[in-house]
């Protein structure tokens, strides 16, 4: 476990230096910043404005960060010749593996706490009559974005086993937006009995293997008090184990994979 942890304090120390995350993540921060000023070119209520917006940019980049940052870590580790030092000592490539996606996910979560505090900030300035409990509700959002980018980073992963880098950003931003776009209408056709025999086993076996991130999109109910889930702690529960689950296929994959692999 030390291993694991070793390496994974090793890569989120390593993403926080890279400056294409920090230039990403210096974007989403000033659209936030520049967010309240939005409101006038709208005719909805300030407060819709702000927490569409808002949550949508958090949300966007927080995916571009999850993509660039796990996209290249096996490569670079590859390039520099590092994963050899690494390797040959007592380090089995699955504890790599593992500890490289755990230090991505660190950092993704360190990044997005940031603009999830800076949310906040700004939305307090905005809503300053807003109690705690608005604030608490709105920040739901950033903490289910964060299980669906861990997945996605998952994706990534398993992708950075066997694909190159650009390869690899196109097929997890495909996966992300069939799982985000496309899943729902997969799921419907898969339970119409009306349907096609061989659509229906077709778009099941897509709805099965792409994991579904519109159910992690949980903004709906924060902007709209008129639309609220039957049970919010039992469905974040079942999102957290949908996720785990997904994050574990793909790893296990990704092991495999990465075992037999010579680098």
Do not use: C
């Not at 659209?31 to 409101?39: C, D, E, N, Y």
């Not at 006038?40 to 819709?48: D, E, I, Q």
């Not at 796990?70 to 504890?95: A, D, F, G």
């Amino acid at each position: 476990m030390n291993v694991i942890l070793s390496i994974a304090k090793t890569t989120i120390g390593e993403a926080i230096r890279r400056r294409v995350l920090l230039i990403i993540l210096l974007i989403g921060v000033l659209f936030l910043v520049i967010a309240p000023g939005l409101s006038v070119l709208s005719a909805r209520s300030s407060y819709t404005v702000l927490v569409s917006f808002t949550l949508g940019v958090i949300q966007l980049t927080s995916a571009v960060i999850a993509i660039v940052l796990t996209v290249y870590l096996l490569p670079n580790e590859v390039e520099r010749r590092t994963i050899y030092t690494i390797l040959s000592k007592p380090v089995y490539r699955w504890q790599f593996l593992l500890g490289k996606y755990l230090g991505a996910v660190g950092a993704l979560g360190l990044m997005m706490a940031l603009m999830t505090g800076i949310l906040v900030l700004v939305f307090k300035i905005m809503q300053a009559e807003a109690g705690m409990d608005v604030v608490m509700t709105l920040a739901r959002a950033p903490m289910m974005y964060f299980v669906q980018m861990s997945l996605l980073a998952a994706v990534a992963m398993f992708f950075s086993t066997f694909a190159s880098p650009i390869v690899n950003f196109f097929l997890t931003g495909g996966v992300y937006l069939v799982g985000t776009l496309f899943s729902p209408v997969f799921q419907d056709i898969a339970g119409n009995n009306s349907v096609n025999a061989m659509v229906k086993t077709a778009a099941t076996v897509i709805h099965t293997l792409v994991p579904n991130f519109a159910q992690f999109n949980v903004q709906n109910t924060i902007i709209n008090s008129g639309s609220q889930l039957r049970s919010e702690q039992m469905y974040y529960l079942q999102m957290v184990a949908y996720a785990i689950a997904y994050v574990a296929v793909f790893l296990i994959g990704g092991m495999m994979i990465f075992d037999r692999k010579e680098v």
